[in-house]
Each structure stands twice: as structure tokens, then as C-alpha cells.
């Protein structure tokens, strides 16, 4: 049972969260005794301390924000408050030490996996062990979900009757890509407040667009493995994993995204940040989704593994963050031709003479992605080098508004998830910070 203490942390120092931290995990400590704190906090709003002991981690203290988009909605913190719980119950999340009025302190499970943000220490964290681990938490039971599900679309007539005939593997059940549980989807820039995330909702569905990706059958997965109902991650990355000297396991940390979804949802992001074509080759994802599947007691065979990863590259075009996110720097892909909160003036995404215009662009890149699927060579090549590097090398695969869009946004620099680089004559498919250091 953990200690429930009547405290507020939100604009505490380091010093009052190392006191904190020193009390949770030694409620006797020694008068010398005394523990580090790392801010390690990434752009959610929430903030996450890890405390240590002559280096080696004993806490993880999380302080929420009644500002951010990821805690100002009761739906959100439920979700999240219910999820930890049933992963904790199957020793999946590290327990919790004590709780306050904003933030709990988590035991820590171990040492960073991390060799730098894009790649792990294959020594602490090798690719099978990581692909177990995916497997293990995609193990977890899923009914915990179904109450909240209804719960957020009973609260929208539009969303309870457009959503109602969708699969439940169609990627827009995605929540921090489509905020469809808020009407606040997950922004990037810092995470704008969420009056932005709510009119960038709105904007969504008043355009049409949201109801045209609902209903884009192009980018549902196909494989079984991939349209599985699991309980998804939804940032599975390096900096979230911790490896525990003491029992040589690994364990997933921050569960502010988890949900239950398609299986593949936990694969468009790694594919963008450290299992994509930047960084590993082809026989590296293969083995990797291969090792995923035969953790999960799934089929192992060539076209299996073929298929899933098939499906994880077309993924990367409609995952958080993928090509149609919400996320990036000077323009929302999905509300091109119209004004909205995030474009930055001056650019074109936010005039009515934007062309192609969001909707334009969702028809455009399923076109694109019928014409892989029903191309042997254009699958190799996306399984190879990546399906938007393809799609891009080949020009749009024929289609010109849909290759000049994608050359506005190399300009820009927002295909830089997908090693594409600004100009040409760079080294175009890697970009320079994705290098794996020596």
C-alpha cells in the first residue's frame, strides 16, 4: 500500500524533490545522506525527476500539470490512473512508493537503456529483449479499456455515430494522434495549450478531414498481428525503457499515452525514431519483428513477418508522430488550405490557396499506398529503405501535387523523422543526427 501525502509539487525546486525522494525510499535516511535529481522531462506538460544514489537510480518522481494537454481532462487521468494499475498488477510497471495531490513516486527499475536518443545499448538493451518486452506488455489485459471507450464517445454525438462502423484497427482510434477521448489531440511544438489542441480538434472535424482518414481503408493495418487489440504504449522509445542490473529485465516506464489499440500502433513511432531505415537495416527489422512475433506466440513464417512489417511502414504515415500528425513545426498536414492556431505566418499551410489541401492530401497518400501494396518492388524497396523515403524517391509515385507537397515539406524540414533531409544535395535518406555514434 503506498503512503498518500497532502502535498502539491508542481512548482516544487530540485531540493524539495530530492527531500521528498530521500523520505519515500528511506523514511529513516542517515543526516549525510543524499540523493541527486535529474530533471528528465519531455514535452507533455507533466514533469519526471529521476532521484539517485551514487548513481544508480532509486525513484522516479511524476509531477503532473494542470496546464498540460496529457492531465486537464478527468478522461485522461482516469485512463492513465487505470492503465498503471493493471500493468502494475502484472509486474510489467514498477510500483508506486507514495502519492500526493499531483504527483506519486515510483520505485525505480533500473539504469537508462539509452546510448543516445535515437539508439539503445545493445549491451544493456539487445533487439530481442526489447521486441520481448513489447511482447509482454502487449500481453496485458485490454478490458479495462472498454468503459472508457464508451465513456468518451457517448460524450460526442458526431464521434459516437462516425466511429461507431470503424474498426477498432483503424489508426484513428490512435488517441494522441486524434484526441478523439478529449477533443484535444496530443500537438507538438511544446504542447499548446488546450484551447489550440480543442479549435485544432474542431477544425478537424468541421473540414471533413478527420472523417475522410476515419474511414481511408488504405491505411488500416492487414496482418492479424497488427490488428490485435492490445494495450499500446504509444512512445516505446529508448529514453522509456530501463534495465535492472539485479534481474537483467527490462521495463517500460511513463504511461501517460497507453490505451488499447491495434498492435501496430506501437510500431509507426519506433519505425520513425529508432527501428526505421535511418538507423538499422533490413535484416535488423526483420529479426526484430520476428523475434515481436515469436514472443507473442504468433506465426513466424516469411510472409507473416513480411506482412506485419508491411503494415508497420504504413503505420508511419498515420501514427503519433507520423506523416499526417499533428505535430509538426510549421504546419497540421490534416488542416492545410485553412487557418489554424499552430501554422506559422507566412506559411502557406494556413491559406485557402494551399494546394493540395488537407483532404487532398489524405487521398494522395492512399493512392500512393494502394499503389506499394499492389507492387512487389515498391514493397521491397519501402521494407528497405522506408515507405515515405520511397514514396519520395519515386516522386510521388507518379502523382505531381502530391511529390510537391512532399518537397515543401523536405523544405521546411519536416520530414526529418523519416531521415529525409533539407535540401538534396545532403545526405538525404540519413539524417546527420540519426548516425549511430561510434
Known amino acids: 500500500m503506498s503512503e498518500f501525502i497532502k502535498l502539491k509539487l508542481e512548482n516544487a525546486s530540485l531540493g524539495e524533490i530530492a527531500e521528498l525522494a530521500l523520505k519515500a525510499i528511506d523514511p529513516n535516511p542517515p543526516a549525510k545522506k543524499t540523493i541527486d535529481v535529474k530533471d528528465v522531462s519531455g514535452n507533455s506538460g507533466a514533469k519526471t525527476y529521476i532521484c539517485s544514489i551514487d548513481d544508480v537510480p532509486k525513484c522516479i ?15 485522461t487521468q482516469k485512463r492513465v490512473s487505470i492503465a498503471t494499475e493493471v500493468l502494475r498488477s502484472k509486474n510489467i510497471a514498477p510500483p508506486i512508493i507514495s502519492k500526493g495531490i499531483d504527483f506519486h513516486i515510483e520505485r525505480s527499475a533500473g539504469v537508462s537503456v539509452m546510448q543516445d536518443f535515437f539508439h539503445f545499448n545493445d549491451e544493456l538493451a539487445p533487439p530481442h529483449k526489447v521486441a520481448q518486452v513489447l511482447a509482454k506488455l502487449h500481453s496485458t489485459p485490454t478490458k479495462w479499456y472498454d468503459q472508457l471507450r464508451a465513456e468518451f464517445l457517448n460524450g460526442d454525438k458526431f464521434l459516437s455515430s462516425a466511429l461507431h462502423r470503424v474498426p477498432l484497427h483503424a489508426p484513428f482510434w490512435c488517441l494522441p494522434w486524434s484526441g ?21 480538434f474542431d477544425l478537424g472535424i468541421q473540414t471533413g478531414v478527420y472523417e475522410k482518414v476515419m474511414r481511408c481503408e488504405a491505411f488500416y493495418p492487414t496482418s492479424e498481428a497488427a490488428k490485435r487489440q492490445v494495450v499500446v504504449h504509444n512512445d516505446f522509445k529508448p529514453d522509456n525503457l530501463l534495465y535492472d542490473p539485479d534481474t537483467n529485465k527490462l521495463t517500460v516506464i511513463d504511461y501517460d499515452l497507453v490505451q488499447v489499440g491495434a498492435a501496430v500502433m506501437d510500431f509507426g513511432l519506433p519505425y520513425m525514431m529508432w527501428l526505421g531505415s535511418r538507423f538499422t537495416d533490413f535484416t535488423y527489422r526483420r529479426d526484430f519483428i520476428k523475434s515481436y512475433l515469436n514472443y507473442s506466440d504468433l506465426p513466424t513464417d516469411e510472409k507473416s513477418v513480411r506482412d506485419m512489417m508491411v503494415d508497420c511502414e504504413i503505420n508511419t504515415i498515420v501514427a503519433f508522430p507520423g506523416l499526417l500528425a499533428n505535430i509538426y513545426d510549421a504546419e497540421i498536414p490534416l488542416l492545410r488550405g485553412v487557418d ?31 499503389k506499394v501494396k499492389s507492387n512487389a518492388d515498391l514493397i521491397t524497396s519501402s521494407l528497405e529503405e522506408g515507405l515515405v523515403v520511397t514514396i519520395f524517391k519515386n516522386k510521388g509515385l507518379g502523382s505531381d501535387l502530391l511529390y510537391s507537397w512532399l518537397k515543401e515539406m523536405q523544405k521546411n524540414n519536416m520530414l526529418r523523422l523519416f531521415g529525409i533531409a533539407e535540401t538534396d544535395e545532403a545526405e538525404l535518406f540519413v539524417s546527420k543526427h540519426a548516425k549511430k555514434k561510434n
Open 340 to 370: 489554424h492556431p499552430t501554422a506559422r505566418s507566412g506559411y502557406i499551410a494556413q491559406s485557402a490557396a494551399a494546394s493540395p489541401t488537407g483532404l487532398e492530401i489524405v487521398d494522395l497518400l492512399a493512392e500512393a499506398v494502394s
Open 61 to 75: 518522481v511524476k509531477v503532473s500539470s494542470s496546464k498540460s494537454i496529457m492531465s486537464s481532462h478527468p478522461i
Open 180 to 200: 478523439i477521448d478529449t477533443k484535444m489531440p496530443v500537438l507538438g511544438v511544446g504542447n499548446p495549450d488546450p484551447a489550440i489542441a480543442k479549435k485544432v
